[in-house]
């Protein structure tokens, strides 16, 4: 073709996610923080590579398991509240977090929560 490309273009398919808790307390010292992910008709959360989800491009996931094509992944919580209050700087607020992943055929995934921090009491 005349016209190539700059880069490759790739599709990014939109993941729903939702994260638990929804008020991350800063000062806390719970072990996991928990999210669901799920995906639009026609893929599987079971086709996901969990090795290199991410939130933010920065916390890997540790660990997961999957029901009715809802996968559920749990971050190490001291590291997400560090990456919360040392690299967003948010001790108070709201903020949102993307997670990133990949299936084994390639396909890119991507979805977004909110969730409120609180810096209170342990």
């Known amino acids: 073709d005349r016209y190539p490309l700059a880069e490759p273009w790739t599709l990014t398919t939109e993941a ?25 008709e026609g893929y599987n959360v079971g086709n996901i590579d969990v090795s290199i989800i991410l939130i933010n491009g ?22 997400v509240n560090g990456y919360i209050r040392d690299v967003l700087g948010v001790t108070n607020g709201e903020v949102t977090l993307t997670i990133t992943g990949k299936l084994t055929d390639g396909t890119l995934f991507e979805g977004k929560d909110t969730v409120k921090v609180i810096f209170g009491s342990k």
């Open 16 to 40: 729903t996610v939702d994260f638990y808790p929804d008020t991350l307390n800063l000062r806390s010292k719970g072990k996991w923080i928990i999210a669901h992910i799920e995906l639009p």
């Open 58 to 79: 920065s916390v890997p996931a540790e660990g997961s398991s999957a029901k009715e094509n809802v996968l559920m992944v749990k971050f190490d919580r001291q590291a």
